[in-house]
């Protein structure tokens, strides 16, 4: 699963990652796009099937060959990027006939974010592949955690599963089998205290969607993780669930107050997000250009000392030759006139 990894990994330099743009207008062809891309699916995973079927003992990969994550190189440094991009939602703009069959998981407010267990450190990555915060945690090496960060109780609610304990469940696994991955380590106490996997339904199952504190996520089953903005993962707010999808909430809905169809929220907040995202992409290139300069100055300073400290050397070379010659001057004055 290391080879697989290294679809989604860069390896050899780690770049910020940013969001592609999520045009509303885009949406009209949403499912084009959504068929588009499983049949991509399809295909790579039958070419990889059948690469597998034809290789022979002597094709098989060595072990000590195989790419290794994290990188060796950057196993001591924590990298200010995140080595992996993150996989972001589009609007539900209609329903699917396909629906019943996809997982809805009430999402809190919150923050979403990478978590990547690299050695003994656990590193926080934001939404345009920052470094938040670093942390140590129980979680085992070489895990990744798609989550939503709650700061008011401090709690990691686990949306995705990506990689555990150097398994990939990214690329060749898809939705359905990650969840069910996923939920299977509901009992396991390396999540405690601070991490907690949200609850997923099926909307086959006739069940009742969870009250949902900022919105819902939707997952179609046979998606497999892949970067950027995806027509497989779609997100509806609460008081759009009734008009796009005709499941009525069995909790109380507020709809804001110049709310008139969902189509036009979407118009709206995704003007207001586009505007706000680049702002953050802004501050974040702004403070990793002062970070590059500071580093810059930094090293300029210890440049300037270490050539200070080169020339004192000499200084200290030179008179100590000085003092050691004029030394040995008075020494050899000395024994002249002890002579005569």
Not at 44 to 67: A, C, G, I, Y
Not at 82 to 100: K, N, R
Request: hydrophobic share 35%; charged share 25%; with cysteine.
């Amino acid at each position: 699963m290391a080879e697989a990894l290294t679809s989604i990994l860069n390896l050899s330099s780690l770049s910020l990652y940013k969001a592609k743009s999520n045009s509303i207008s885009s949406l009209a062809s949403q499912k084009e796009r959504r068929n588009e891309v499983l049949t991509k699916q399809k295909e790579k995973r039958e070419q990889l099937v059948s690469q597998l079927r034809f290789m022979t003992k002597d094709d098989e990969p060595v072990e000590d060959n195989k790419p290794h994550w994290p990188p060796r190189h950057h196993r001591k440094n924590i990298s200010p990027l995140c080595p992996i991009e993150m996989m972001l939602a589009e609007w539900l703009f209609s329903a699917p006939d396909d629906i019943s069959s996809w997982f809805a998981i009430p999402c809190p407010r919150g923050q979403r974010c990478l978590v990547v267990v690299q050695s003994n450190r656990t590193l926080v990555y934001g939404k345009f592949g920052n470094l938040m915060w670093t942390m140590y945690t129980h979680l085992p090496k070489q895990t990744i955690l798609y989550c939503i960060y709650d700061k008011r109780s401090s709690t990691y609610h686990i949306l995705d599963l990506i990689m555990w304990n150097g398994q990939d469940y990214s690329t060749q696994f898809e939705c359905q089998c990650r969840f069910f991955m996923l939920v299977s380590l509901n009992d396991d106490s390396r999540l405690q205290p601070h991490f907690q996997i949200l609850p997923r339904t099926r909307l086959d199952e006739k069940q009742d969607l969870i009250e949902a504190e900022d919105g819902y996520l939707f997952y179609h089953p046979l998606g497999c993780y892949e970067p950027g903005y995806s027509p497989l993962v779609c997100w509806l707010k609460p008081f759009m669930i009734e008009e796009i999808l005709g499941i009525k909430l069995t909790y109380p809905v507020d709809k804001p107050v110049d709310y008139t169809t969902a189509q036009a929220y979407m118009f709206d907040e995704q003007s207001s997000r586009k505007e706000h995202e680049q702002q953050q992409q802004q501050t974040i290139v702004r403070k990793s250009r002062r970070k590059k300069k500071e580093a810059v100055q930094v090293e300029e300073e210890c440049e300037q000392e270490r050539t200070g400290e080169e020339n004192l050397m000499q200084f200290h070379s030179v008179l100590n030759d000085t003092v050691l010659n004029s030394l040995l001057l008075n020494y050899s004055v000395q024994t002249t006139m002890f002579e005569v």
